[in-house]
């Protein structure tokens, strides 16, 4: 692949068409289907020509030899950064989002969840919303309890007082001694911790169970502050695309697609500039079950410095144009309402 070579206009320019046309179709482009739809005076084979140009620089790809042409994430990256016109909202549009929040009671919880349904059905993709907060859940201390053989049950509790707990599988069978005393070890080095410091104890622990353990432990500090605190709305809009027609693509999707598994994979608010919109396309995103999706996300808050995500997450082939700036109307919407609330 030849990372330095610059695009040509007239490349750069079919390059946007492909996107353009497969994000409307989710169908491979052909050299003789953008001439036609799009009524270009170059030849077919021009087209064709310039079609294998962009496939050996990879912003696009052949899934079959008889096939069109997709774009790649690549290709999605300078789509959405050089080529791609934002479909602006509507002043009817506007008003009849805002029309639904002054509708709404005037609470925290209405205005969330009013806000993850309003997005995920404009876009026809998933919407999550984060509950905006200021603060970061930590671990109080671990328990275990010996269930049977090498089943223990760890109990998390939080600052809060509220409790967390998952059976664990132990490479050996344990006594309910020798699980207080493994607990005791584990508190010394994990005790009034946040999730991030908990995993990064883990990965110093040499025992294996001692890391299993501390790993549990990091992934029930994010549940906990999940629970309670994340809007999703629009799964079904979002698998009823053509990218799950298969059974398994859709159970892989529902199996990923929950409020815990979606908040590992969304930046956090901190990371957002306010006011901006961030696009995460495909491999760009750290999980690796996020690789064949899209992330459009922004950040909302008060004037007390909390701090909530609203994102929406779809296919790779997502109307960006028009979903980029319906996230950012909703964040700046739901800014608005809260920031009038705090007053």
């Known amino acids: 692949?030849?990372?330095?070579r610059v695009l040509t206009r007239r490349r750069t320019e079919i390059l946007g068409l492909v996107v353009h046309q497969y994000i409307d179709t989710a169908a491979p482009v052909s050299s003789r289907a953008l001439v036609s739809r799009h009524g270009l005076s170059i030849s077919t084979a021009t087209i064709r020509n310039e079609l294998a140009k962009l496939e050996e620089d990879g912003y696009i790809a052949q899934p079959h030899t008889s096939a069109g042409r997709v774009p790649l994430d690549r290709g999605y990256r300078l789509?959405?950064?050089e080529l791609m016109a934002e479909e602006p909202i509507g002043v009817d549009e506007q008003r009849t989002i805002e029309h639904q929040f002054h509708q709404a009671p005037a609470h925290l919880e209405e205005w969330l969840s009013l806000a993850a349904h309003v997005l995920a059905?404009?876009?026809s993709n998933v919407a999550v919303i984060t509950r905006p907060t200021n603060r970061v859940a930590q671990l109080r201390q671990v328990q275990l309890v010996h269930l049977h053989d090498e089943t223990a049950l760890l109990v998390?509790?939080?600052d809060d007082?509220?409790?967390?707990q998952r059976m664990v599988l132990l490479s050996r069978s344990e006594d309910q001694d020798g699980l207080t005393?493994?607990?005791m070890r584990l508190n010394a080095r994990i005790a009034n911790a946040e999730a991030a410091t908990v995993r990064a104890v883990a990965e110093e622990l040499t025992d294996e169970d001692d890391r299993r353990l501390a790993e549990v432990a990091a992934e029930l500090i994010d549940e906990h502050r999940v629970a309670g605190e994340t809007y999703l709305e629009g799964l079904r809009s979002a698998l009823e695309q053509p990218e799950f027609a298969s059974a398994e693509r859709m159970l892989d999707a529902v199996r990923h697609l929950q409020a815990y598994e979606l908040l590992r994979a969304l930046p956090t608010p901190e990371e957002l500039r306010p006011g901006a919109t961030r696009v995460m396309i495909g491999s760009e995103n750290s999980d690796d079950w996020m690789h064949e999706w899209s992330v459009v996300t922004s950040s909302f808050g008060d004037y007390n410095g909390?701090?909530?995500t609203i994102a929406v997450l779809g296919p790779t082939r997502m109307r960006y144009g028009y979903t980029i700036p319906r996230v950012r109307y909703v964040a700046?919407?739901?800014t608005a309402l809260l920031q009038g609330m705090s007053r």
């Open 1 to 4: 692949m030849e990372e330095t």
């Open 121 to 123: 059905t404009a876009v």
């Open 332 to 334: 700046s919407l739901v």
């Open 156 to 158: 998390a509790v939080m």
């Open 306 to 308: 909390s701090l909530g």
């Open 79 to 81: 789509y959405v950064e």
């Open 181 to 183: 005393a493994r607990a």
């Open 161 to 164: 007082g509220r409790v967390q």
